[in-house]
RNA sequence: GGUCCGGUAGCUCAGCUGGAUAGAGCAACAGCCUUCUAAGCUGUGGGUCUCGGGUUCGAAUCCCGACCGGAUCACCA
């Protein structure tokens, strides 16, 4: 039982036997009692003034009074100031709670709802190399899916691969054109950096001829339309429709490229997929779907043969779902790959790791499956997250201010080896493979606390001039108390088995209190589907930690019984370190 | 213009389901390694919580209105 449990069901009768009232929950306001006064925790009693007609001070000093007359095991200690009553917990009542903490190894998981939940995230176009604002994705993506399913959630990890349509089209065309054969192995360039170079490449010749055309006197409009490279990648998307053999070809050979490489970024991330689906095998799908709710009424055909959604009763427009020369559009293919998709698991909820540009796209989306009857449609979550923001502004491909993914992660882990060199424990008797496996999980680490620390539904800066840090409120930060305490642990050996001390220092009472904290924060960071909230525990937890190792000796502690407390307490909060950081997709070194 | 989101220290961000004197980190300055890992600990300075009303015992937090910034409202994805 937490302390709150335990209170609760008191302070109600408190106020009942004192006031002759029923208290209920919401009036019963609990919290942390601040550091400037003593006492682990604070009943607001503002709520209970008016009952009780007595002055703030006086009703807390009563139900103060009342506790530790009634419940002194319990209620050690009290004082009343102004409307808060700070109660002091017994001792004993905190080191029951470790020895509980200690007892559960899977501290902080909620129990199995028998439910399925499915996350979507990265979704990728395959025609260039992903950047922070991909890295945003995916570590939200995975966070989300790892914090579900310890709120007892079954979770399907789920990937739609953007692989068809003109973007890629326009990659395959300049790679004809200018790429004489050029190949991964052959340039040695990742494949979907290779195909990210001809999309770039395909960019500045389509500006060159659109620059020529308007010297001729075209104006731009028409210059846009009439560029031979432009009319060139039309023509070869008719044909991958028409399933012409040279461009299927083709294309499923620089797919394969982008794939290789796209699998190595996402192994670096470490992030991974259960089940992934391609837009090629899916908007099919979609226009099926969406003929059978035109037969049904629920579509309308225009004169042109276009086919609309008609949402204004849903205080919306009406919405394109196929294009009047029959093709499909972005929402078609979301429908497709929601009936797939639904085909596959029996979803109860589904999620879409998606940007905040595209809210209104998901807002129809859910009306739109819902009406085509899908049970998840009504309730979908479009977890919507900001934009990663550069110094001058948003990060554009073609304007060259993208941050690569690769080049990211490259750079901050060997900043990380830069860093380690400087620390002389790092290297003893450590082999160059062990280093190099520290710096990649360090460097990652400060990489992913950083991004995952910022509240999801903010815009957040990324400045490329700025390294990101590895002091302070960081993922390193937390590594390093995790380190620490692992290398007491070692140190060790044995755990004595000496009985636990029944006496607790101010330090390791505010520890084991962080620590029975857990579970509440994997709930509310579930509820709120933040990840932000798990770095914020961990952050605190890490600081309470080192605070409490600066000033208080474990291995060199005399008393057997205070020693044993004390392993007992650094053993769990690397536990819970641990299992806050997984949450994160951070791993964790057992020395650095 | 309609809708949605944001505005907290020089910078990056917490706090937002109303509670005590608004917190961290970075940057600056001053201390702490003969002791379990100094990627640490301790301290100093730094604030009109964008502005104006309202709600009440109490507002950074809730409501209304301005202002500023962003997103979106495609036969783009």
């Known amino acids: 039982m937490t302390l709150e449990e335990t209170l609760i069901p008191l302070v109600k009768q408190a106020v009942h036997s004192l006031y002759g009232v029923e208290a209920n929950d919401q009036q019963i306001q609990l919290q942390k009692t601040r550091a400037e006064f003593e006492g682990n925790i604070t009943l607001v009693v503002f709520p209970f003034v008016k009952l009780a007609r007595k002055a703030p001070q006086q009703v807390a000093a009563e139900i103060g009074e009342w506790l530790q007359s009634n419940a002194g095991q319990l209620v050690a200690k009290y004082n009343a100031v102004q409307g808060f009553l700070n109660l002091s917990i017994a001792d004993r009542f905190w080191i029951s709670q470790l020895e509980a903490v200690d007892a559960e190894a899977e501290y902080g998981k909620q129990p199995d709802r028998k439910k399925l939940m499915m996350v979507e995230y990265s979704s990728p176009n395959t025609n260039k190399p992903l950047h922070l604002g991909h890295v945003r994705n995916n570590l939200l993506g995975y966070s989300i899916a790892k914090i579900q399913e310890a709120n007892g959630w079954q979770v399907v990890k789920t990937n739609i691969v953007n692989d068809r349509g003109i973007h890629i089209c326009k990659s395959m065309l300049a790679w004809l054109k200018y790429g004489n054969g050029e190949t991964p192995a052959s340039s040695g360039k990742k494949g979907d950096h290779l195909i990210g170079d001809y999309y770039v490449r395909f960019d500045k010749e389509y500006k060159k001829q659109i620059a020529e055309l308007m010297n001729a006197g075209k104006d731009e409009e028409t210059a846009k339309r009439e560029a031979p490279l432009m009319l060139e990648a039309q023509e070869m998307l008719r044909k991958w429709e028409a399933g012409d053999k040279e461009v299927r070809d083709l294309w499923t050979k620089m797919n394969e490229w982008v794939y290789a490489g796209f699998d190595e970024t996402y192994r670096r991330m470490g992030v991974s997929f259960d089940k992934i689906y391609y837009e090629s095998n899916t908007y099919l799908e979609g226009k099926a779907e969406v003929e059978k709710g035109l037969a049904a009424g629920q579509f309308y055909r225009r004169e042109d043969g276009s086919v609309w959604a008609d949402l204004t009763k849903d205080g919306l427009d009406e919405k394109l779902l196929l294009r009047s020369d029959g093709t499909s559009v972005y929402m078609t293919q979301d429908i497709g790959t929601a009936k797939l998709r639904y085909r596959d698991y029996p979803i109860d909820k589904m999620v879409y790791v998606v940007g905040n540009e595209q809210e209104y796209h998901f807002k129809v989306l859910s009306i739109l499956l819902d009406r085509l009857g899908f049970p998840f449609g009504k309730e979908l979550v479009h977890f919507s997250y900001g934009m990663v923001e550069l110094p001058n502004g948003k990060m554009k491909s073609r304007e060259g201010t993208v941050v ?87 140190k060790a050996e044995s755990l004595e088995k000496s009985a636990l001390s029944c006496q607790l220092e101010e330090k390791e009472l505010t520890l084991i209190q962080r620590l029975t904290d857990y579970p509440a924060v994997v709930r509310q960071a579930g509820d709120d589907f933040s990840p932000a909230v798990v770095c914020n525990y961990a952050y605190a937890l890490a600081c309470d930690f080192n605070s409490f190792y600066h000033d208080l000796s474990i291995l060199n502690e005399p ?34």
């Not at 539904?457 to 620490?484: C, H, V, W």
């Open 404 to 490: 690569d993914a690769d080049d990211l992660m490259d750079k901050m882990v060997e900043d990380a080896k830069e860093i380690s060199k400087d620390k002389v424990n790092t290297l003893q008797g450590i082999t160059e493979e062990e280093a190099n496996e520290i710096a990649r999980k360090v460097g990652m680490g400060a990489l992913k606390y950083f991004i995952l620390k910022v509240d999801p539904r903010k815009n957040m800066l990324f400045n490329p001039e700025e390294s990101i840090d590895f002091n302070g409120n960081t993922g390193p930060f937390i590594q390093y108390t995790y380190a620490r305490i692992q290398s007491v642990l070692r």
């Open 559 to 592: 008393d057997a019984s205070k020693k044993a407390l004390r392993l007992l307490l650094a053993k769990n909060v690397a536990k819970v370190l641990y299992s806050a950081m997984a949450l994160l997709g951070i791993e964790m070194p057992e020395r650095m």
